[in-house]
């Protein structure tokens, strides 16, 4: 997921509304932002610490995870964009966080990490007519809040409710299923080939592994309770610092 933020060059920005008619879906587009606050100390953390408590973790030379996802589009005027799900301003976060970003400001996001496509098709479920739906979909789509829908969430409310994404792994290990919107955990079908890159970026290896999710597609996100929680955490600690502050100065 990611965080909407002002551009540092003169790129269009992301809009709320629909700048044109759909006519074709590229796919999944992943992103890995390398200067990403939030994605460097709370998004990345969570993802690895779930990966490694199951056993799967990634060598020190491998890429850095895919922390957020959207939908590639052609318009019919052949400009590209990417649909995906932001947060930041109060409009995003209870209102709609549906943006659709051109694809250059999308790309410009990166900041010397790592964007790219994988067709639709490659995921589990999904066919040309799956395809051809989501296209239909996405041209009257309504928006919800990011609070009540993360990246991942929204690119399965397009495939028509279908999972896309796997379960925590870790919640596997212990014996239950826990929805956790990442990126990462991609569900490639286990016969899908990409081109080397991607297979590289992605662990291509892995996710055609990963077992089939038991939780519904808007079943709560595990990752972003967890988060949440840090968050509270660090809030409370930090209050619970300017008090013990305050009151040993006053004492002197």
């Given at each position: 997921?990611?965080?909407?933020?002002?551009?540092?060059?003169?790129?269009?920005?992301?809009?709320?509304?629909?700048?044109?008619?759909?006519?074709?879906?590229?796919?999944?587009?992943?992103?890995?932002?390398?200067?990403?606050?939030?994605?460097?100390?709370?998004?990345?953390?969570?993802?690895?610490?779930?990966?490694?408590?199951?056993?799967?973790?990634?060598?020190?030379?491998?890429?850095?995870?895919?922390?957020?996802?959207?939908?590639?589009?052609?318009?019919?005027?052949?400009?590209?964009?990417?649909?995906?799900?932001?947060?930041?301003?109060?409009?995003?976060?209870?209102?709609?966080?549906?943006?659709?970003?051109?694809?250059?400001?999308?790309?410009?996001?990166d900041h010397s990490g790592w964007d790219l496509t994988v067709?639709?098709?490659?995921?589990?479920?999904?066919?040309?007519?799956?395809?051809?739906?989501?296209?239909?979909?996405?041209?009257?789509?309504?928006?919800?809040?990011?609070?009540?829908?993360?990246?991942?969430?929204?690119?399965?409310?397009?495939?028509?409710?279908?999972?896309?994404?796997?379960?925590?792994?870790?919640?596997?290990?212990?014996?239950?299923?826990?929805?956790?919107?990442?990126?990462?955990?991609?569900?490639?079908?286990?016969?899908?080939?990409?081109?080397?890159?991607?297979?590289?970026?992605?662990?291509?290896?892995?996710?055609?592994?990963?077992?089939?999710?038991?939780?519904?597609?808007?079943?709560?996100?595990?990752?972003?309770?967890?988060?949440?929680?840090?968050?509270?955490?660090?809030?409370?600690?930090?209050?619970?610092?300017?008090?013990?502050?305050?009151?040993?100065?006053?004492?002197?």
């Open positions: 997921m990611a965080q909407a933020k002002a551009l540092a060059k003169s790129l269009p920005p992301s809009v709320p509304d629909r700048p044109g008619r759909i006519v074709e879906l590229r796919g999944i587009i992943f992103q890995s932002d390398m200067a990403s606050v939030l994605g460097a100390w709370i998004i990345r953390p969570v993802e690895t610490l779930d990966m490694h408590l199951a056993g799967i973790g990634r060598s020190p030379n491998a890429p850095a995870l895919a922390m957020h996802a959207g939908l590639h589009v052609v318009l019919e005027d052949d400009r590209e964009f990417v649909v995906e799900q932001l947060f930041g301003t109060p409009r995003e976060d209870f209102v709609s966080g549906l943006n659709w970003t051109p694809l250059e400001t999308f790309r410009d996001r067709p639709a098709t490659a995921f589990r479920r999904v066919d040309e007519d799956v395809v051809h739906q989501a296209v239909e979909f996405l041209n009257g789509i309504p928006g919800r809040p990011f609070f009540g829908e993360d990246c991942t969430m929204l690119i399965e409310r397009t495939f028509g409710k279908r999972r896309l994404f796997a379960d925590s792994p870790t919640a596997r290990a212990l014996g239950f299923g826990m929805r956790v919107g990442d990126p990462a955990l991609a569900l490639l079908k286990p016969d899908v080939r990409l081109d080397p890159n991607a297979e590289r970026l992605l662990r291509a290896d892995f996710l055609r592994a990963l077992p089939d999710p038991t939780t519904e597609w808007d079943s709560p996100n595990g990752h972003l309770w967890i988060r949440r929680a840090l968050g509270w955490v660090l809030i409370f600690a930090a209050v619970a610092g300017l008090n013990f502050f305050i009151k040993k100065r006053s004492r002197r």
